[in-house]
């Protein structure tokens, strides 16, 4: 599995709108050239994070993004999420092969009917459940606390 660009961009760029979010909010330009990216591919992420109430954008001279809530209410599943969708990461497509019926788990809901779980479907949906539980205990705000703590380590060497 691989997340797109777009994720990566998202995330930098509420990570740089939850530091700089007692100062001001920030301005598109400001956002796409601290990280690298051009102003229309920028304002199409914002634009779906913004849809998803994620952040708000601030009308005027000197308006730009900042965040719709608190960082430590923003996952990065939320964030995942929005730039990715919503679906499900694995598909069994080989229901009606014979290898399905040998791997398949029979369930009798009544007597005359037999309902096949895929086994291989039922790991990766296992893999799944443990890796949205990861992505929903790592916010935006535990990703800046880590940054900062590990800036004052780096600090305190010298």
């Known amino acids: ?21 007692h100062r001001h909010n920030i301005g598109i330009r400001e956002l796409s050239a601290t990280l690298g990216v051009s102003d229309s591919y920028l304002s199409k992420i914002m634009s779906k994070l913004r849809q998803d109430g994620i952040v708000r954008a601030v009308p005027g001279v000197n308006g730009g993004y900042e ?46 009917q037999e309902k096949c779980e895929c086994l291989v ?12 539980q990861y992505l929903r205990e790592h916010t935006i705000q535990s990703v800046l606390n880590e940054a900062i703590k590990n800036c004052n380590q780096a600090v305190n060497k010298k």
């Open 121 to 132: 479907k039922k790991v990766m949906d296992g893999a799944q459940q443990h890796l949205y």
């Open 67 to 112: 965040l719709a809530r608190p960082a430590e209410q923003i996952t990065f599943l939320d964030v995942i999420q929005v730039i990715e969708g919503r679906q499900q990461l694995f598909e069994c497509s080989n229901l009606n092969s014979q290898q399905h019926r040998m791997l398949a788990e029979e369930k009798t809901a009544e007597r005359d």
């Open 1 to 21: 599995m691989q997340f797109s660009k777009s994720t990566d961009y998202a995330l930098h760029a509420l990570l740089h709108l939850a530091h700089s979010e």
